[in-house]
Structure formats: structure tokens, C-alpha cells
């Protein structure tokens, strides 16, 4: 059960960080219509992983307290950890159902060039947010690493 | 050592694990999958910096586990007492193996990303000049494609053996895994 706990929270915890290092740094040499699908296409995938991660790790993270007589101190440390996964699941949940959508482009051959700017301003607006949230969320998985660590110390 | 020493240090080590191991997993079911996605031009620009940028947070990563492994081991008393190494670190003790199979794997690891970064990827990365007969490019695209496959069996064999070993680092906190 420790291994299943420690591995979600390897996959949730590097998967975040290999979404905000490795991909925004290739995005960066992309171009931006490929930059879209590429989001689209890892983003849905990745909030099915970290939903699925997230799960396991409040399933596990629970069985593993319930079998240990906690200190004051240790329950405030659990307290702490389980806001911050409220917290995580809160933002996994913003990214799907409201900024993940909000990324896809909608251009059709009757546009005209002005509408099809906005259109893209939009998007690129979307990415930005995406960008921000998911930096949110990556400092408050390293905190709650952080918060972890110590209960298991 | 002071407590926060020691948290530091544990923090370090799991957030280290952490990045290698997800890292292997976003890089194969996440960002690969995207690849795919898109323009087979965009997508070798998007392969190629993905892979530097992971290869370098796989070195940082390894380095650092290896150090903070060293030191937890020392936080606890295990090494650097009266007789260097504890005797519950040799291989008569459950501990002491799953130590030293972490360490085999650590050393495969490093092994596999010597090989990935100096053999394999510079043979990914070489290019073609304008003197380049037919014979030398159907050599050369040969030789990328063996390149390519054999980065990605690495790769593979890379993650399951660091999900071995996250199986071997939970057990150490019940004694070991056998």
C-alpha cells in the first residue's frame, strides 16, 4: 500500500512537472496552432491520469492513517494535506471543465479575417490560463510532497 | 543532523524519484501520444526538445537521488559509524538486499542514460551535409531508425526498472522487500 501511495504520487507529482518543463519548453519552438493540439491532446490525457492518481492517493493516504495512533502535530500535518488535495482536485476540475474547452478553435470558412483574430486571441488567452493553473498547481503538488514527506519521516 | 535537515534531504530524494519517475511516464503516455498528433516536421522539433529537456531532469534527478540516498543512509546511522557500513546494509539482512539491488538498478539506470546520451542521441541528431551521397543517406537514416528503437527499449526498460526500484525504496521502511 506504501508503494501504491508513493507511486501515484511519482506519476501525479513528475507528470506535473514534465507537463511544466519539458512541454512548455518545446512549445516554445513550436508553432502556435500545433501548440493547441498538442495541449488538447496531453491535457486530456494528463487530468485523467492525475484524477486517477488523486484518487488513489486519498484511498491509500486514508487506509495508511487509519492504522497509526497520530500525534497532535501529525494531524494538523494531515489536515494540511488533505486542503491541499482539495485544492489539486479544485484545479484539475477547473482545467477540464472550464479552460480545457475553453482551447479548442473554432474557425470556419465563413469567418471573416476580424472574427478570426478574436477567435485566436481567444485560444491564446486559454493558454495562458492553462499555463497559470497549471503552475498553481504544480507548487501547491510540490507543497503537498513537502507536507507528506514530513508525516512519513 | 538537525530534523529539518533530515526533511530536507527526504523531501529532496522523494521529489527527485518523483521527477524521474513521472517523467518516464508523462514522456510515454502522455507527450508521446501528442506527438503523434500533429505534422511529422513539428513533431521531430517537439521530440527533440522534449528529450533534451528530459534527459537533463533525468541526470539531475539521478545525481540527486544517489546523494540524498547517501545521506538519509547516513542520517540513520548506517553508514560512516565505527565500522563504516552497518551490518544490517550487507546481504544477510532483507534491508541490507533491497539496498544493494537499489543500487544495482541505480547503476543500470546511469548506464542506460551514458548510453542514451552519448551514443544513441548524438547518432539521432547528426545531420546530413550537401556532399552526402545516396549510399551514405539510406546508411545514415538506417542508423537513426536502430537509434530511435533502441532509445525507446531503453526507455521502457528505464521506467520499469525505476518502478521496480520505488518498490524496493517502499519496503525499506518495513525492513525491505525480501
Known amino acids: 500500500m506504501i508503494w501504491v501511495h508513493n507511486m501515484a504520487w511519482a506519476v501525479y507529482l513528475g507528470g506535473a512537472i514534465s507537463m511544466e518543463l519539458v512541454l512548455r519548453h518545446a512549445q516554445q519552438f513550436m508553432r502556435g496552432s500545433q501548440v493547441a493540439v498538442v495541449c488538447q491532446n496531453s491535457g486530456r490525457k494528463y487530468r485523467w491520469l492525475s484524477l486517477a492518481c488523486l484518487i488513489i492517493l486519498l484511498v491509500t493516504g486514508l487506509m495508511r492513517v487509519t492504522w497509526v495512533q497520530m500525534t497532535q502535530s501529525e494531524m494538523v500535518l494531515l489536515f494540511g494535506a488533505l486542503l491541499l488535495w482539495s485544492l489539486l482536485v479544485g484545479i484539475l476540475a477547473l482545467l477540464a471543465l472550464h479552460i480545457h474547452p475553453e482551447m479548442h478553435l473554432r474557425v470556419s470558412s465563413s469567418m471573416t479575417e476580424e472574427e478570426v483574430r478574436t477567435e485566436r486571441k481567444r485560444v491564446g488567452v486559454a493558454i495562458q490560463r492553462m499555463d497559470f493553473w497549471v503552475r498553481a498547481e504544480l507548487m501547491i503538488a510540490v507543497l503537498a510532497m513537502m507536507v507528506g514527506t514530513a508525516m512519513a519521516i | ?178
Open chain 2, 1 to 178: 543532523m538537525s530534523e529539518w535537515l533530515v526533511l530536507l534531504i527526504a523531501f529532496v530524494h522523494d521529489l527527485s524519484v518523483a521527477v524521474y519517475v513521472g517523467g518516464a511516464v508523462a514522456m510515454e503516455f502522455i507527450l508521446a501520444p501528442a506527438q503523434s498528433a500533429i505534422p511529422p516536421a513539428q513533431a521531430q522539433i517537439m521530440g527533440e526538445k522534449t528529450s533534451d529537456r528530459f534527459l537533463l531532469l533525468v541526470w539531475i534527478s539521478l545525481i540527486l537521488i544517489f546523494i540524498t540516498g547517501v545521506l538519509r543512509l547516513y542520517a540513520k546511522g548506517f553508514i560512516g559509524g565505527e565500522t563504516f557500513f552497518h551490518p544490517l546494509l550487507g546481504w544477510d539482512y532483507s534491508y541490507g538486499r533491497s539496498l544493494i539491488m537499489l543500487f544495482g538498478i541505480w547503476v543500470i539506470l546511469v548506464i542506460n542514460g551514458l548510453l542514451i546520451t552519448f551514443l544513441f542521441r548524438p547518432v539521432l541528431q547528426g545531420k546530413l551535409s550537401t556532399t552526402t551521397d545516396q549510399t551514405q543517406a539510406t546508411r545514415n537514416r538506417n542508423a537513426k531508425m536502430q537509434a530511435a528503437e533502441w532509445i525507446q527499449n531503453l526507455s521502457r526498460a528505464d521506467l520499469v526498472l525505476a518502478i521496480l526500484a520505488t518498490l524496493l525504496g517502499a519496503s525499506l521502511l518495513r525492513g525491505g522487500l525480501m
